[in-house]
């Protein structure tokens, strides 16, 4: 099987690894800088569930002139439109791109831009970073990767990827029902992201206070809503898988978006993960008003950070 992978950061270039690991014949897609770094010190993950460090293939824009069975695409959702620009010209008439990107909006630019028949879905439940020596740290030993087709087109690749994935460590699915796992990990995703990015804290920060129990209830409660109303209302197991994560008093989680505010990063995932969701809740006609606060609050820091 031949993969593209767009980028070489936390999450691509960790699945990257796993997928050489498997057999996989791997390339990353990167930007110059990130390839003159690779090949000089190779691609190095630091994992609980199994260290990598190799050299690996790596392929910039002006090089590209493949086509590939796979493209992984891990970017953030503000860098997509300029991924599927870099990306087209490795996609085949068979090729199946499969997205690791949070919420439905990235879903429907990608279908739009490159035709539904070619664009998997794909949930990834896993903390990594790229540290500043840029190493992946895996933290923790959670890994679920979930991959399915979203048209029958797709099925003999993702089926193929999927037997691959299933000999790496952690827990690998393949789902007939992915676009379902797609919105319950944006639910979970949206009210995590909007009440630890608006409160500036982690969970346990957020329920040792006196109203975090009750508002963290109601994010997931507004968010929940939207995804009934839109036709996907998230099964128990979801629901509780949720309430474990953003209920639990000695949870030291925050979204990742609320660790890019801590870095002062300059752009954020907001539009994606927590407007879209009250966009979608304002055509219901549903009271949003807490996932809106918390995305103004986005808004007004990301409006900082470029003015500054």
Known sequence: ???????????????????????????????????????????????????????????????????????????????????????????????????????????????????????????????????????????????????????????????ALHTLMATTSGVRQQSPYIVQALWNKWVMIAAGALMTCLMRGTVRDILATDDGVALMERAMRECMQVARLSGYPLPEHAIGAMRERLLDRSAAWAASMMRDIDQGQRRLEAEDIVGEMVRRGDRHGLDMSLARSAYCHLQVYERQRAAA
């Open 1 to 159: 099987m031949k993969m593209l992978v767009f980028g070489a950061g936390a999450i691509g270039g960790y699945y990257g690894a796993r997928m050489i690991e498997a057999g996989a014949d791997v390339t990353f897609l990167v930007r110059p800088k990130r390839a003159e770094i690779l090949h000089a010190t190779g691609l190095k993950v630091k994992s609980e569930l199994g260290d990598f460090s190799g050299k690996v293939k790596t392929v910039t824009h002006g090089e590209l002139d493949t086509i590939y069975d796979v493209i992984l695409v891990a970017c953030k959702t503000y860098d997509l439109d300029a991924a599927i620009e870099q990306l087209a010209p490795a996609c085949g008439p068979h090729t199946v791109v499969l997205p690791l990107l949070n919420g439905m909006r990235a879903y429907e630019r990608l279908d739009e831009r490159l035709d539904r028949r070619h664009i998997a879905g794909g949930v990834a439940y896993i903390a990594t970073m790229l540290d500043r020596g840029g190493e992946i740290v895996h933290f923790g030993s959670g890994d679920t990767l979930i991959v399915g087709a979203r048209d029958d087109a797709q099925a003999e690749i993702i089926g």
